[in-house]
């Protein structure tokens, strides 16, 4: 299987000629990074020298204490050469390398246009099955409220779902209390907490920026 090295390897030349972007483990990532980590996530597969390329696209909160590859479907082999069909993009062969680094560059606009909340549920709740669980969406579909001190949309939807309920209860015991007292300082430090056990699982610390929850810039 490839390694980390491969993938390292690999997108060097790309790495290269656009400052926006770093090489960690098997992934490539837009800098810097606020509460979006967006990137590409560059697989192994059962043959030792193809790598499986995906998008990346994940909230740091709540907190990811594995990395994963993200909510994305992979690129298909299928939308490209019939070499690139057969061979995969395979390390010994440099063309296939170059396409897949092509074809990374060509979907950073489709990243960079996730900047906000509601652009990363739009696009988390317009992937297929099975690439995203309808379970996923309806724990964002809780959390993004709070995050955007939306919290009598947030309670009401957690009172009508258990199984959210108890992942959020089981994340941080904290967190539904808070919520039913609108505690924003409480509810802020929660978020904050994930954000940056997230940060320490992708190990990219020097690349993300602690940025405001938009709880924390309302009024009052």
Known sequence: MTTIKDVRDAVRPLIQRRNDLISTGRFVFIKPV????????????SDPDVFVP???VRLLAPRHEISSPGWCPRFRQANYCEYIREAGWNITKPETIAQMLDMIEEALPQLYAIESLDDYFAYLSGLPMPWVSSSTIERF??????????FDIAVRLLQENRTVLEYFNYLSPEFYPALLAEDRVRITRILHEWEATS??????EKIWKRTPFPLELLGG
């Open 34 to 45: 606020q509460h979006l980590l967006r990137g590409v996530h560059i697989d192994r597969c």
């Open 54 to 56: 995906k998008l990346s």
């Open 141 to 150: 579909e809780a959390l993004i409220p709070v995050i955007k001190g939306e």
């Open 199 to 204: 940060v320490k699982t992708y190990k990219i």
